[in-house]
């Protein structure tokens, strides 16, 4: 396996990601003192609406990357250069998918934002601007996709963060000066064109001789590339329904001030995922290389899925329970006392995203195997599960009851299918004795939540409360870890060797 690209490409975007988190810490807090936490609420719904609008996508730069891996490790220019064709003509289709979808949309968006009247903004007009923004970047997506296959994911790492940083940036002036909703989005225009300029140039300079002549598919290639396409958009679409209708349906039914507090724990919450899941994310393509070289050694590919989960299992645990032990205190500091929800509600997105985070391993080796044709209608089944869990507990629960909807289905659909499919199809031996481990790990970490709720302290100072309850989370997170490398040979293994070479 190629250790040496993989760790730059996640040590480039560990940098990139933290510095874009940090500005956009900084836009929300400008954009709910500038303009209000209403318009925080509308532009979370705009972003969720947007999300289930690129259902179009169909997952093709998944699809993309994993049809790539083989050719490229053969150096089949011919074929790369086929099915790099091939893909530029459906992101065209795509984007004009998105786009009627999302005029079609439009007429709906006072339904769905509860209690906008409240403010000053035209829902049509500045729903509009993201949508173009979001289409631009699809102009270049077919060439960030084949840059990626190539394991240069730090280049378009490099490119999407630097035109993040520059829209952060023109963002926090146009806020200053005008306390403007559209302009705001307007600068998201800006960084999508400034974006694509960028990969235009490194494309021509460093990619186009690759490609040579054009060249066409044989019909055995078309077939797996629309097998992969038809699994992924089956993911995609599960995916949609599960995460980007959660905040339509907040917003619809409970309405877009609660959507705006509510999308501030999420923001903290999925900055710290986000950071994590560079870990894994990097590693898809080093990884389908490593699967392709050695495909009949599924014993090795095994070893290093269980070191994946233990490192998996190990980050989010570290995460997770100093994130809820200190959340109500960083909320505050970021974004003001007054936009606080209920403990209830931060302990269960806590247990939400840990459960959802520590499907990332299982998730990246399906990805670099392929495997992901086999399950592709377990997303269907889990979105509408979800979909009606979600209508039906939040008129009870509210909030909690919404989040609740995402658990369960992550625990009973998620978490026994996609284990599944991965020993069955790739490790060719039976799961069970993984599911055993993976759901006592999880019981364990809801013990650790419970742990820590009732540990943490109330000091009066809020940051020495910070200090305090966040040493309180690790040592709960040290005696999970602790276990893991008790349980699970092959992460206790790869330690040991890192240890001595120290």
């Given at each position: 396996?190629?250790?040496?690209?993989?760790?730059?490409?996640?040590?480039?975007?560990?940098?990139?990601?933290?510095l874009?988190?940090?500005?956009?810490?900084?836009?929300?807090?400008f954009?709910?003192?500038?303009?209000?936490?209403?318009?925080n609420?509308?532009?979370?719904?705009?972003?969720s609406?947007?999300?289930?609008?690129?259902?179009?996508?169909?997952?093709?730069?998944?699809?993309?990357?994993?049809?790539?891996?083989?050719?490229?490790?053969?150096?089949?220019?011919?074929?790369?250069?086929?099915?790099?064709?091939?893909?530029?003509?459906?992101?065209?289709?795509?984007?004009?998918?998105?786009?009627?979808g999302?005029?079609?949309?439009?007429?709906?968006?006072?339904?769905l934002?509860?209690?906008?009247?409240?403010?000053?903004?035209?829902?049509?007009?500045?729903?509009?601007?993201?949508?173009?923004?979001?289409?631009?970047?699809?102009?270049?997506?077919?060439?960030?996709?084949?840059?990626?296959?190539?394991?240069?994911?730090?280049?378009?790492?490099t490119?999407?963060?630097?035109?993040?940083?520059i829209?952060?940036?023109?963002?926090?002036?146009?806020?200053?000066?005008t306390?403007?909703?559209?302009?705001?989005?307007?600068?998201?225009?800006?960084?999508?064109?400034?974006?694509?300029?960028?990969?235009?140039?490194?494309?021509?300079?460093?990619?186009?001789?690759?490609l040579?002549?054009?060249?066409?598919?044989?019909?055995?290639?078309?077939k797996?590339?629309?097998?992969s396409?038809k699994?992924?958009?089956?993911?995609?679409?599960?995916?949609?329904?599960?995460?980007?209708?959660?905040s339509?349906i907040?917003?619809?039914?409970?309405?877009?001030?609660?959507?705006?507090?509510y999308s501030?724990?999420?923001?903290?919450?999925?900055?710290?995922?986000?950071?994590?899941?560079l870990v894994?994310?990097?590693?898809?393509?080093?990884?389908?290389?490593?699967?392709?070289?050695?495909?009949?050694?599924?014993?090795?590919?095994?070893?290093?899925?269980?070191?994946f989960?233990?490192?998996?299992?190990?980050?989010?645990a570290i995460?997770?329970?100093?994130?809820?032990?200190?959340?109500?205190?960083?909320?505050?500091?970021?974004?003001?006392?007054d936009l606080?929800?209920?403990?209830?509600?931060?302990?269960?997105?806590?247990?939400?995203?840990?459960?959802?985070?520590?499907?990332?391993?299982?998730?990246?080796?399906?990805?670099?195997?392929?495997?992901?044709?086999?399950?592709?209608?377990?997303?269907?089944?889990?979105?509408?599960?979800?979909?009606?869990?979600?209508?039906?507990?939040?008129?009870?629960?509210?909030?909690?009851?919404?989040?609740?909807?995402?658990?369960?289905?992550n625990l009973?659909?998620?978490?026994?299918?996609?284990?599944?499919?991965?020993?069955?199809?790739?490790f060719?031996?039976s799961?069970?004795?993984?599911?055993?481990?993976?759901?006592?790990?999880?019981?364990?970490?809801?013990?650790?939540?419970?742990?820590?709720?009732?540990?943490?302290?109330?000091?009066?100072?809020?940051?020495?409360?910070?200090?305090?309850?966040?040493?309180?989370?690790?040592?709960?997170?040290t005696?999970?870890?602790?276990?893991?490398l008790?349980?699970?040979?092959?992460?206790?293994?790869?330690?040991?060797?890192?240890?001595?070479?120290?």
């Amino acid at each position: 396996m190629d250790k040496r690209k993989g760790i730059f490409n996640i040590s480039v975007s560990i940098v990139f990601k933290i510095l874009i988190l940090i500005g956009g810490f900084l836009v929300r807090r400008f954009l709910i003192d500038f303009v209000g936490n209403e318009a925080n609420g509308i532009h979370s719904l705009y972003n969720s609406i947007i999300g289930f609008l690129s259902v179009a996508e169909l997952g093709v730069g998944s699809a993309i990357t994993f049809c790539m891996y083989a050719p490229i490790v053969e150096n089949d220019r011919q074929k790369v250069n086929a099915l790099f064709n091939l893909f530029k003509k459906l992101y065209v289709i795509i984007g004009a998918v998105i786009l009627i979808g999302g005029f079609v949309i439009m007429p709906f968006l006072p339904m769905l934002a509860k209690g906008y009247e409240e403010t000053n903004v035209n829902l049509y007009l500045t729903f509009f601007l993201l949508l173009i923004s979001i289409l631009i970047t699809y102009a270049f997506a077919a060439k960030t996709s084949l840059i990626n296959a190539y394991k240069n994911n730090y280049i378009t790492t490099t490119i999407s963060s630097v035109g993040r940083l520059i829209e952060y940036g023109l963002q926090i002036v146009v806020l200053i000066l005008t306390k403007s909703f559209v302009y705001y989005l307007i600068c998201c225009i800006v960084s999508s064109l400034l974006q694509w300029l960028a990969t235009e140039y490194v494309f021509r300079h460093d990619y186009k001789n690759l490609l040579g002549a054009s060249s066409k598919l044989d019909e055995e290639t078309k077939k797996g590339v629309v097998k992969s396409i038809k699994a992924m958009f089956m993911h995609k679409f599960g995916s949609v329904l599960v995460n980007a209708l959660d905040s339509m349906i907040i917003s619809a039914f409970i309405g877009i001030a609660i959507l705006g507090k509510y999308s501030n724990y999420v923001l903290v919450c999925t900055a710290g995922v986000v950071i994590l899941s560079l870990v894994f994310t990097p590693l898809t393509a080093v990884i389908g290389h490593f699967c392709v070289e050695e495909h009949e050694n599924t014993e090795e590919i095994q070893r290093y899925y269980h070191f994946f989960y233990g490192v998996n299992y190990v980050l989010g645990a570290i995460f997770f329970l100093g994130y809820y032990a200190v959340i109500d205190n960083v909320i505050a500091i970021c974004f003001g006392g007054d936009l606080l929800l209920g403990k209830s509600v931060s302990f269960v997105i806590t247990l939400n995203y840990f459960i959802q985070f520590i499907r990332q391993s299982t998730l990246l080796f399906r990805d670099a195997t392929g495997s992901f044709y086999n399950d592709r209608w377990k997303p269907l089944f889990e979105g509408l599960s979800n979909l009606v869990l979600s209508i039906v507990l939040v008129s009870v629960l509210g909030v909690v009851g919404v989040i609740l909807a995402t658990i369960l289905t992550n625990l009973f659909i998620c978490h026994i299918v996609e284990p599944f499919v991965l020993h069955k199809n790739v490790f060719k031996i039976s799961v069970k004795s993984f599911c055993i481990k993976n759901y006592a790990y999880i019981l364990l970490f809801t013990l650790g939540l419970i742990a820590v709720h009732f540990s943490t302290v109330s000091i009066g100072n809020i940051w020495l409360e910070i200090l305090v309850n966040g040493v309180i989370g690790v040592l709960y997170a040290t005696l999970l870890i602790a276990v893991v490398l008790l349980t699970n040979k092959d992460f206790k293994m790869r330690v040991k060797q890192f240890l001595r070479r120290k």
